[in-house]
């Protein structure tokens, strides 16, 4: 399983920065992914990372016209696949 | 428009109650100002308004009541503002809902309006930003978009004042006639177990307010609230097995095991076929947004947080700086004030009640007010501008590393203008734990009335070039030791697991100088308004208690020494001895002498213990009390930086930082302490957090004062 996480890591590498990645499922529990899912990050939706805060702790992603700051771990319950 | 100040007889005229609804940041608050003369508070960050309040104009023939509720993004009650909003609709009473979308970004605007869309309320749409949507090229067919939602949708701008009056005429039209049903389309499976349950309904003439429509709708999303009414019903046993099926086949259809997941997929394709019919978005080249620009820098992984400390300390220093230019002019016009007024009062006692009672005590607090006012511009600019969000994201992960929850600093920053504000919006934060946890760190984020503390003791211990930089220390080590304070809190009291961590960052937006103008003189005024009443009235006490009981004996003893004296010079040694002596047997003097022996060990003298006591009715009460007990103490009206001077010769620099420290992390002020109790909830917490300041301020100023002691 390949979550935000984990292309964010490899951001420096193979992925450049702003690559855009799908959406396949949210791990989240009920609250969070409510909380998600209302952001407009849904089976389906178009992410793109922007940028990560000092130590990488926290990351800014792009939804449609959305920014969103979310942590490491919760980036971790999202899954993705390259576009 | 019209507007009416005397209101009509309320019984014969037209009312409308609105409920402002809207996802947070879209501009709800600000359209509210700019329809009626209210003056709510504005940001540029979701969470600016945290709990309901109406605003009430006449526009034609009707009295509208307009109530701004907290911004939510979907009917969940994932935190307490959004709870407040929620309880609302459903509860309250009320006509009909405004709800106000962002324009350009209608796709996550429009999810919320799906599920207003099945309340079964009148509903009118209000297209907010078209100003901004405008310039970003992007066209709403406004007309298009009511036909096919069946709403009525306005373009409006809060910020320019375009399309008020039809949006106020639009709800008056819906008031008066029947609004038909909105149209929400579901995808076909989904249609296919509406019209399933529609169809029993129909046939077991279920009776109810709502269309038989909207309870399938409701049921089908687990809809508590429509299920309780149904589940009394004898329908209802024959209605779960149909039920359970077709949630069965929603589920299976969108490959989830998540209605509400499925519901809001629903909605997304419903709103973007919506949208792909109204909204023309001119093509531009994927050019890089402003927003994104300053995101580059500001947010930058290395230089971001050094960017913002610079900012933080240019405040200070601007604060210090700027700050003290108007105020020996005020300094001045209080001395002057003071001699005119008293020259007129013959009563000495009446004359030294207004002089050095009201006069003096008012006059020190005022004194601060253009300190105040650049701390609060600096405050409005960072909330209003969209920067705030951005420091939140650089911090959260330096704040988790000290259990701390990233959107605590936008109540940590609005602590640092006045803490009652910044405990209420620690609703923000989703978990009861986080939000405690924040309710007992705010105090150490110095409020404004601290500032003049601040300034007073900084200006009097150190050079006009290093007071702005010890300003800054000061307000940068209450945030450390906050910190501090959070991570042994975290540790103990409220241990957990981490809350999650998503916040939406909005775009950069120029503040107008009439916001920032509003909101700095909505403050300001209440600074004022506090200095005129409460701060008089208590200055009013401490004038009293410093100058009573009368004490004949020590009188005429002084008055014969004084008249036996030689040279001029011992009789005004002598006068000013029998002021200390007269000030240490009133009744304040007493309170101070009792109270002394704890604060020994601090290096305080009586003065200032009596100061401390009397700030924890008002941190601004502590400049008015030293400024009653030096005034009285001796002759002061001579010299301009009178207060200044005064501290600078009674007070030893060790004792000044010790009391400094104190001031930093002690209690609250009362008011202030009356809100944390409540958003807390309970009265334990208001003892937990006497304990676990008291406690702390005393070690810290007890070690601050040695060091201090050693070091000069
Ligand atoms: N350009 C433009 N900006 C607007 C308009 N309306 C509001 N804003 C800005 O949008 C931001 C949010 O405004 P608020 O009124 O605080 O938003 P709100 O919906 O009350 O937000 P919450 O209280 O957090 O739910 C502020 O920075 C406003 O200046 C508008 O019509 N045009
Ligand atoms: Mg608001």
Redesign the interface.
Known sequence: MKTLIDCQNCQLKDCQKNCKLKVIK?H?P???????????I???SIIEI??????K??M?IKV????????A??AALIEVEKI | MKKVDEKACPIIAKHIKVALVGQPNVGKSMLINSVSNAHLHVGNFSGVTVDKTEVLFDYKEYHFTVVDLPGT??F?D?TIEERVTHNYLCDDDYDLIINVVDS??L??NL??TSELMSMSKDIVIALNMSDEADKEGIEVNASYMSELLGIPCVKVSAVTKVGIEELLDAVISVQEIDAQEPKLIFSEPVEEEIAQIVWYLDKHRYEAKNSHRNIAINLLKNNKRTYEKIHNNPVWTELQPILVEALKHVELHHD?D?I??SF??EY?SYNRGIIAEVVKQEVSKEEITM??KI??IL?H??F??PIFLFFMWGLFQLTFEIGSIPMDWIDAFFGWFGDTVGATIPNDDVRSLVVDGIIAGVGAVILFVPNIIILFIGIALLESTGYM?RV???L???F?KFGMH?QSFIPLVSGFGCSIPAYMSARIL?NDRDRLLTLFIIGFMSCGARLPVYVLFAGAFFSPEMAGNVLFAIYIGGAIIGLIAAKILKLTAFKGA?E????????YRLPSVKLIWHTVLTKTMMYLKKAGTFIAAASILIWFLSNYPHNLVLEEEYATKIEMAASEDEKNALSNKFAEAYLEQSYLGTIGKFSEPVFAPLGFDWKMSVALQTGLAAKEVVVSTLGVLYSLGEDVDEENDSLITAISKNISFASAVAFIVVIMIYLPCLAASIVFTREAGGIKYFFYLFAFTSIIAYALSFIAYNIALVLT
């Open positions: 949210l989240a009920t609250d969070l992914k409510q909380r998600l899912i209302s952001f407009g849904m089976k389906g922007l940028e990560h805060s000092p130590a702790s926290t800014e449609g016209k959305m920014r969103i700051a979310l942590r771990k919760e | 993004y979907a969940t994932y350009t970004n796709e996550k999810q919320l989830s998540d509400k997941e809001a997929e997304a927003t994104q995101d580059n947010i992984p290395f971001g947080i969000s939140a994201f650089l959260d992960g330096f988790h990233g989703k981490d999650p961590f998503v916040m939406e960052m909005p775009k």
